[in-house]
Nanobody, 120 residues
Framework: QVQLVESGGGLVQAGGSLRLSCAAS????????MRWYRQAPGKQRDFVAT???????NYADSVKGRFTISRDNAKNTVYLQMNSLKPEDTAVYYC??????????????WGQGTLVTVSS
């Protein structure tokens, strides 16, 4: 099985920074795209950022210039550096990874989420 565990969430003031981490473990041959999503209370889960195995990145317009996604392939870990945080960034943040578990199978794994609260 594949397990993703997020960490780094917490309470910060507007303008502050947090770094989220998500480590993938288990029977993984390789990891393709890794992504961050977020979900605020009463809202749908929205895309935040993605990074490919080769390091190409893409961001939601709402976080461009403030958030940076990165990964350490040796550790099967993805990071989200969040700077200049705004109250609207408050949400549960989830990591997602497309993992290659066999030569014939991909597994789309999700972490349990970590809460980020930005106070004004």
């Amino acid at each position: 099985q594949v397990q993703l565990v997020e960490s780094g969430g917490g309470l910060v003031q507007a303008g502050g920074s947090l770094r989220l981490s998500c480590a993938a473990s288990g029977s993984i041959f390789s990891v393709n795209d890794m992504r961050w999503y977020r979900q605020a209370p009463g809202k749908q889960r929205d895309f935040v950022a993605t990074i490919t195995s080769g390091g190409s990145t893409n961001y939601a317009d709402s976080v461009k210039g403030r958030f940076t996604i990165s990964r350490d392939n040796a550790k099967n870990t993805v990071y989200l550096q969040m700077n200049s945080l705004k109250p609207e960034d408050t949400a549960v943040y989830y990591c997602n990874a497309e993992t290659v578990v066999t030569s014939r199978a991909l597994l789309d794994a999700w972490g349990q989420g970590t809460l980020v609260t930005v106070s004004s």
